[in-house]
């Protein structure tokens, strides 16, 4: 008689793994039913190792090798309109050349998550950490979420789930992974059970909404001017809810999980009495802290301030925040070509979260570690002098710096 074989998460257990190899657990602790795949660093890794775990017997799904990263997003579009729960995910221009598909995921929505392994867009070529890709689908109806730990990985995408799989919500999930800092680094991470993650995360449910014979509904509808708004506007409320869905989600987890920060939104570290806050997404979160714990020891005011959710952006959480600092410094690792500032992304997004309080803190940008260089805690403190100095004439020299480039 054949031996039943147990299960590989029967126990919370601790394991050294990599971003990528956290998130493939998250995908077997989730019971994910439909994963397609298609060769691009960095993000490649996790499709390795979901695939090591479908050889070994210990995760059983639909496991589909597309012929291009279009058809990644467009098999895993489908599967979600008949009801199974999806995973896919791309870097750089693979992601971008999925970009019709990922629109219309959106669109029809669909609660695809997907993991972006962060690097730069060609040409030309570096397959280090930038944040432009993933940055490209801010406005069309995505979660969009920064990850700065491996354990952060395989918690969030759980969430993810949770989240984008919402009645109140149902629109897709992107899980962006900083290439090589945290696709390829291995950590230590609590894997929980999976009877945690069972009482965590319900099955996925379509209802009325889901693609059958035996229900016969319309997707992709070609309505022109007729209802375009209108379905847009069901878009828009579907993104305002989802904050309090996040909070619900993220509420839940730490109690049964047993971790978490405060807010799922933003992480402060060392911000309550800061005269001057760092802002950043990811793992550039490890040097600025280390950064900021020294400046501290040397009697400086700084703090830093992590940047979790960039879709929904927690604009209030973020006010309450800076609002106290009288300089903020933004580090961006992407760039936004003839933007006003000619600044980052972040950056942007951060000034015109400020713009409604009466007492703005002066803001300056710095773009830094583009197609993976470094940043190193030298690169932070020039960041905070250059801050003070503006803080202490009143006056901003130069409002987007580029960092640590050779003449």
């Known amino acids: 008689m054949a031996t039943v074989k147990p299960k590989p998460y029967a126990e919370s257990k601790e394991e050294l793994i990599s971003g990528s190899e956290a998130i493939g657990i998250a995908c077997a602790l989730a019971d994910v039913d439909v994963i397609t795949a298609y060769p691009i660093r960095p993000y490649d890794t996790v499709m390795q190792y979901v695939s090591r775990l479908k050889a070994d017997g210990n995760f059983d799904f639909d496991f ?186 993220y509420d839940e987890f730490r109690e049964i999980f047993g971790r978490g920060d405060p807010s799922p939104f933003i992480e402060e570290y060392m911000c309550d009495d800061a005269e001057i806050i760092l802002v950043g997404m990811g793992t550039l979160a490890m040097p600025t802290r280390v950064a900021v714990r020294r400046m501290r020891e040397a009697g400086e005011k700084v703090g830093f301030l992590r940047i979790k959710f960039f879709r929904p952006f927690p604009a209030e959480e973020i006010r309450a925040v800076l609002g106290k600092a009288k300089g903020v410094a933004v580090i961006d690792r992407d760039y936004s070509y003839g933007s006003p500032s000619f600044g980052g992304v972040l950056f942007h997004e951060l000034r015109s979260t400020l713009y409604t309080l009466d007492d703005r803190p002066l803001m300056l940008n710095f773009i830094a570690g583009l197609g993976g260089r470094e940043i190193k805690v030298g690169d932070i403190g020039q960041m905070v002098e250059t801050t003070q100095t503006a803080i202490d004439t009143g006056k901003i020299e130069q409002e987007t710096t580029w960092v640590s480039v050779r003449e």
């Not at 930038?130 to 700065?148: C, I, K, P, Q, T």
């Not at 059970?193 to 059958?212: A, C, E, I, K």
């Open 64 to 249: 589909i090798v597309a012929e291009s990263e279009h058809s990644q997003f467009e098999i895993v579009k489908h599967a979600s309109a008949v009801g199974a729960r999806t995973f896919t995910g791309s870097s750089g221009v693979g992601w971008f050349y999925a970009f019709e598909a990922i629109t219309v995921t959106a669109g029809l929505r669909m609660p695809v998550v997907a993991m972006v392994g962060n690097r730069a867009l060609d040409d030309p070529g570096a397959f280090g950490v930038e944040h432009n890709d993933a940055m490209a689908v801010r406005d069309l109806g995505w979660h969009l979420y920064w990850v700065a730990t491996a354990q952060e990985a395989l918690d969030m995408a759980l969430i993810a789930w949770k989240v984008a799989e919402d009645p109140r919500v149902l629109l897709p999930f992107a899980l962006s992974c900083d290439g090589s800092f945290l696709t390829h680094s291995q950590a230590i991470v609590q894997v929980p059970s999976q009877d945690q993650v069972d009482r965590f995360l319900p099955s996925y449910q379509r209802g009325t909404l889901q693609l059958h014979p035996d229900n016969p509904i319309t997707v992709a509808p070609q309505v022109n001017e007729d209802w375009l708004m209108e379905i847009r506007k069901q878009t828009d409320e579907a993104m305002r809810r989802t904050s309090d869905v996040i909070k619900e989600a």
